[in-house]
């Protein structure tokens, strides 16, 4: 059979919805819920309709759906309606249940039933059942809520579901058959519950699903009071006991009329999650009769029974005031009942008279349906290995850390899960997983700050590595500077010392250049004078040339004279003495000629002497420059030996304090490596600081 969905019987205000997960936690399906976004969404087709989240939320996030609008247009619009009321009326409106007849007939309602009568018939349905198929189990389906559950989420119990119908189709049943004055007319359900809508759909019958909250909240927005409103008995025949079916266990004392044992026959259990919890685990109860199995299942989900019904506004009150407004109403229906005098010995068959006046065979049946198809279809079964990538994703990797703290609204971890693989929530939503990032982003943002820290230390540290860095290069080099400097110091007053050496036989030479300077003076002096003499005897010997000379022109002029004589005395005296005067004139001219060579020469030598004597004089003003010069040398290399002295003297203090130097330039070097590699470890151990 094809399933229908089911129509959306709650809706999320998200204007008002603070994604608190107080409805996961209180719904008793869990999956009908999408925790996945900023606020909890709703999914109709896995939802019972049991309403726990509306009275569950505090901040009105959620609320019920029923038909009240179309109800109150149609009849505005003159349309045919009758109402059946449903029993949890006398524990709502003050248990003024009969004035809400009243009102409803204001409203133009032309007939109202009591359901409570329906539950009689309902009660005779089981009977009739349970004494043809004696079935081992029979689960009572009143409640809407707990046979969608079972369809939805226990197929496995549904041929456990009494086949027959509610109490509410019971009586639209009857009425259908029955009062045909009314087969026009629309039948609206005046419920307790959000959830009966989806019965009437399932069934095909009933218009109408309208809440007591509705109507109250109708009277309150007109400042209106059931009071007001006259009371009106119902249209239908009075209910004896069933009037105790919207309480728990009014089933089972319902069926006490027939069986007086009923207690010792029946489970009684009703709230969330208690009845959830208890159908569970029924199927396997069944099949290994290890556990206490009844014939009869009285069950509801709400705590108060239909009286605390979401659509009330009993949830919250206390139980004996909401429970006695109904047992006053059975007392008072039972007393209509009650036989009296002789009459005592058939009253008990009294109700059952008028009971089957409304009841047949096969009329009141129904049928179920799986939709467990619906549920697997929206959510997947995940394997234990993606449950486990969510645990781990979540933090959760050892069993200390499945705390099933049930703060994310759901049974365990492992249902939080499933809704997560299935897109139905966040990791965001755990408490845990927040706690476990937030403590993270503590730490992160500590790490963050370290980080910051030590980047800005590393920073410092890269720059300080850098100077370190360029300081250990200044320093090797200057430590090889001072090094190779000392040596050249070293080297240098090595010169020095042989400097001072040189100059001392500098000294020495220079000395002796003194003494020769002075003796070549002397010696010069000397040859000036002798110079000077030869000068003076060339002068004289030039004076004797002159002399000569002239002797030889007188000579020459008295052989002239002599041959001159000669010819005069003729040729035998004459010519003797001409010969004679020839020599004497050859004589003369000879002298003469040798006198002007000798004067001529000694002219020259003369001149070379007196060159030689002014030379003699430039020498020996060289000679005294050479002395004076030579005396400045002396004064000079005796200066720069007394500084070299000095030099060699400091060169020694030098080289001392050079390997002082030496010593501590090696150690700064040295004290600089071991600065260069503390400052390289610090940086690693920034770095394997940022990477923890």
């Not at 020769?516 to 004078?529: L, P």
Request: hydrophobic fraction near 35%; glycine fraction near 8%; charge should be neutral.
């Amino acid at each position: 059979m094809e399933t229908k969905s089911l129509r959306p019987v709650i809706r999320v205000l998200e204007d008002k919805c603070v994604n608190c997960h107080r409805c996961i936690m209180v719904c008793p399906v869990k999956m009908c819920n999408n925790g996945a976004g900023n606020t909890v969404d709703h999914h109709s087709d896995l939802c019972i309709g049991c309403g726990e989240c509306i009275s569950g939320c505090p901040h009105h996030a959620r609320i019920g759906l029923d038909d009240f609008a179309s109800f109150m247009e149609d009849l505005k619009n003159g349309a045919g309606v009758i109402a059946i009321v449903a029993p949890a009326v006398a524990a709502s409106f003050d248990g003024k249940y009969l004035n809400l007849n009243g009102f409803l007939k204001s409203l133009g309602v032309k007939g109202v039933f009591d359901v409570s009568f329906g539950a009689e018939l309902t009660i005779k349905s089981y009977i009739n059942y349970m004494e043809k198929k004696k079935p081992s189990t029979v689960i009572s389906q009143p409640c809407p809520a707990l046979v969608t559950f079972i369809e939805m989420y226990r197929p496995d119990l549904i041929p456990y579901l009494a086949p027959a119908d509610s109490p509410m189709l019971h009586l639209m049943k009857m009425i259908r058959r029955y009062y045909p004055e009314y087969k026009n007319c629309k039948i609206t359900a005046i419920s307790p519950c959000y959830a009966k809508r989806r019965e009437f759909d399932a069934c095909g019958l009933g218009d109408y699903n309208v809440t007591f909250n509705s109507i109250q909240q109708y009277l309150d927005s007109k400042g209106d009071k059931i009071s007001n409103y006259p009371e009106k008995d119902y249209d239908n025949p009075p209910a004896e006991r069933a009037v105790l079916f919207s309480s728990p266990g009014g089933l089972m004392r319902t069926v006490g009329r027939y069986d007086s044992e009923v207690t010792a026959h029946t489970r009684k259990i009703e709230g969330c999650p208690e009845v959830y919890h208890y159908f569970a685990h029924l199927s396997k109860s069944i099949e290994t009769g290890n556990a206490p199995v009844y014939p009869l299942i009285d069950c509801l989900n709400c705590h108060m029974g239909c009286n605390g019904g979401a659509g009330t506004g009993n949830r919250g009150k206390n139980l004996d005031d909401v429970e006695y407004l109904v047992e006053k109403r059975a007392r008072e229906v039972r007393n209509r009942y009650r036989p009296k005098g002789l009459a005592k010995l058939f009253g008990k068959n009294k109700i059952e008279k008028i009971l089957n006046a409304y009841w047949e065979e096969g009329l009141y049946t129904r049928s179920y349906v799986d939709r467990s198809t619906v549920f697997k279809e929206w959510v997947k079964a995940p394997s234990q290995a993606e449950i486990t990538a969510v645990f781990v994703s979540m933090h959760k990797t050892e069993a200390g850390d499945i705390r099933n703290c049930s703060a994310c609204g759901y049974r365990s971890c492992e249902q939080m899960a499933v809704a997560i693989i299935n897109g139905l929530n966040k990791r965001e939503n755990c408490q845990y997983y927040v706690e476990f990032e937030k403590n993270l982003s503590n730490e992160q943002k500590m790490k963050d700050t370290v980080n910051t820290v030590l980047n800005h230390v590393l920073s410092e540290m890269n720059k300080s590595m850098e100077g370190i860095n360029s300081l250990f290069e200044q320093i090797n080099s200057a430590t090889e500077y001072v090094l190779s400097s000392s040596s050249v110091i070293e080297e240098m007053v090595k010169n020095i010392h042989s400097i001072d050496a040189t100059l001392d036989h500098n000294a020495a030479t220079v000395l002796k250049l003194n003494e020769s300077s002075t003796e070549g003076k002397k010696r010069i002096t000397r040859i000036g004078d002798l110079i000077g003499s030869v000068s003076f005897q060339t002068d004289s010997l030039i004076q004797s040339c002159l002399a000569i000379g002239n002797i030889a022109d007188q000579t020459n002029i008295l052989g002239m004279n002599a041959a001159i004589e000669a010819a005069h005395a003729g040729d035998t005296i004459g010519r003797g003495f001409a010969v004679v005067a020839g020599e004497i004139r050859k004589l003369a001219d000879n002298s003469g000629r040798q006198a002007r060579e000798i004067s001529e020469n000694l002219k020259n030598i003369k001149d070379l002497i007196d060159s030689s004597q002014e030379s003699s004089s430039n020498a020996q003003a060289q000679f005294d420059s050479v002395m004076s010069l030579v005396n400045a040398v002396k004064d000079e290399a005796a200066s720069i030996k007394e500084a070299m002295d000095a030099q060699s003297g400091g060169g020694n203090q030098v080289i001392s304090s050079l390997g002082e130097i030496n010593k501590v330039i090696v150690k700064i070097r040295d004290g600089s490596a071991d600065l260069r590699s503390l400052g390289e470890s610090i940086v690693r151990d920034i770095h394997s600081l940022k990477a923890i």
